[in-house]
């Protein structure tokens, strides 16, 4: 789920930027290193929030907002615009879609863990 933020997706993209708008691939590759660096950044406020209201409900919000993310990319005629893209699919691609699942494992065993603390005391 989390193809559209990785970069193996994004590369795809690349030669269209290129030809379509004359930009460099080094500002493309600049835009896309800051993007990633601001979304890894903002992940651990993400993972905060995960803990505080659950995996369930952020796995909806990352997967609407992973779907506007991709719709926003259509659309990019700017470099700004493509900062804001990359960001975001960057966010909820590669970083939530990763880290919501990674989470769950071990609540589930915390949450058993305190259930046969109760049983056994």
Same mark, same amino acid.
């Given at each position: ?80 615009? !493509?900062?804001?893209?990359?960001? !975001? ?29 109760? !049983?056994?005391?």
């Amino acid at each position: 789920m989390s193809g559209p933020g990785q970069t193996y997706s994004v590369s795809i993209f690349i030669d269209v930027y290129v030809d379509e708008f004359g930009w460099s691939r080094s500002m493309i590759s600049t835009i896309y290193s800051s993007a990633t660096l601001a979304s890894g950044i903002l992940l651990i406020f993400m993972g905060r929030l995960i803990d505080r209201v659950g995996q369930r409900w952020m796995a909806v919000v990352a997967g609407t907002m992973l779907a506007v993310a991709c719709f926003f990319n259509s659309f990019v005629s700017l470099p700004f615009m !493509l900062l804001i893209g990359f960001f !975001l699919i960057r966010l909820f691609g590669q970083g939530l879609m990763e880290l919501i699942p990674n989470t769950m494992i071990p609540q589930w065993f915390v949450k058993k863990e305190v259930v046969l603390l109760h !049983l056994w005391n």
